[in-house]
């Protein structure tokens, strides 16, 4: 894991969500690290839209599995998502907004910044 997890802007990383807890380390922020393959580092608010089509695209992310201790995303939630099924629900005119302060630096490998910013989640 990183030492200082930085956001897009190189700031402090806030967290992205405690409940539902989130993270690939399940500490709330979109850290990543070397066993994160599937590089969480896109803190989305969720939409019924692209609930259903993550669910469609092999990713439930909506139903509840309590033997994970995993109570599932609802629309309005914040979630760190896989850099590319964000790609992919970009593609697919299905993107989520993006809150940028809790989205972790090393996305912008993957997706370009101005690209993240048409998709900022004001609250």
């Known amino acids: 894991m990183e030492n200082q997890p930085r956001n897009v802007f190189g700031k ?3 967290p992205c969500s405690f409940d539902p807890l989130t993270g690939f380390y399940r500490d709330g922020c979109c850290t990543t690290g070397e ?3 599937g590089l969480h580092l896109v ?3 969720a939409t019924e839209d692209f609930l259903s089509f993550s669910k469609r695209a092999g990713n439930d992310l909506s ?3 309590p033997e994970y ?3 599932g995303v609802r629309p309005g939630d914040r979630w760190c998502l896989c850099a590319l099924r964000w790609v992919e629900a970009y593609r697919a005119g299905m993107a989520p907004q ?3 302060e809790s989205t972790n630096q090393e996305v912008l490998k993957l997706i370009p910044f101005e690209t993240l910013l048409e998709y900022k989640y004001s609250e």
């Open 35 to 37: 066993d994160d393959l």
């Open 98 to 100: 993006v809150v940028l």
């Open 69 to 71: 201790r995993f109570s």
């Open 63 to 65: 139903t509840p599995r």
């Open 12 to 14: 402090d990383i806030i």
């Open 43 to 45: 803190c989305i608010v």
